[in-house]
């Protein structure tokens, strides 16, 4: 059901985006407030540009990759094979998705947007939005079904949901994209990061993937 909603919200983003209407308003309106009467400079001091840049960079594709193969290699290292299987199918589920939407949709990018920040890729849904959502969210999920103690879970998933939304908001600070552009992002992700922990817990519930502080059958 909570995979069906977010999919519904990410499809009234793709329709109310098209043409104008309340969602764009709504976009040029969220723009406006944080980059001021100046559109091609975000409002705050210059330290704060400097932050959401390095936040930004979380979720591009190299640092994204890169988490990708460190986060495998531990899994696999603590013999959570399968659970490693389901990390990467995720992540290349939300890539490719990411990929696919772009083309089809093809929004252009923010029109203030200054041009040596200039991007040839397409603005709708937010890539960099939708694989953190994808990758912080399942990356704590699925940590918080092989460590053992409770704080350590509730902080797992903490600093998943932090990441992504700091993620997510530096991308319209930094006009690189619509606000609907990451909200679309976010649902997208969460919808494949959802998936992501569903299916791990049925396997572990089956026996087939272990539970906290054991390692999977092997074959």
């Known amino acids: 059901m909570l995979v069906l909603s977010l999919l519904g919200i990410f499809g009234v983003f793709a329709t109310g985006t098209r043409g104008g209407g309340l969602l764009s308003a709504w976009d040029r309106h969220v723009i406006e407030l944080l980059r001021g009467p100046d559109l091609s400079v975000p409002v705050g001091p210059d330290w704060l540009l400097g932050v959401l840049q390095q936040f930004s960079a979380l979720g591009s594709g ?6 990708t193969v460190v986060i495998l290699g531990y899994l696999l290292l603590i013999h959570h094979h399968r659970t490693a299987l389901v990390f990467l199918l995720c992540i290349l589920g939300a ?3 990411t990929y696919l939407l772009k083309g089809a949709i093809q929004r252009p990018r923010p029109l203030m947007m200054h041009a040596a ?3 040839d890729a397409f603005s709708f849904p937010s890539g960099h939005s939708l694989i953190a959502a994808a990758v912080y969210p399942t990356l704590g999920a699925l940590l918080s079904r092989v460590v053992v103690g409770r704080r350590v879970r509730v902080y797992c998933m903490l600093v998943a949901g932090l990441l992504t939304l700091l993620i997510g908001f ?3 600070y930094l006009g690189r994209h619509y606000p609907t552009d990451v909200l679309a992002g976010w649902c997208l992700g969460l919808a494949w990061s959802v998936l992501a922990w569903l299916l791990v817990r049925r396997l572990q519930h089956e026996g087939v993937v272990a539970a906290a502080g054991e390692a999977d059958q092997t074959e």
Do not use: N
């Open 95 to 97: 890539a490719l998705t």
């Open 117 to 119: 920040f200039a991007l």
């Open 170 to 172: 530096s991308r319209v």
């Open 62 to 67: 190299p640092v994204v990759f890169l988490l």
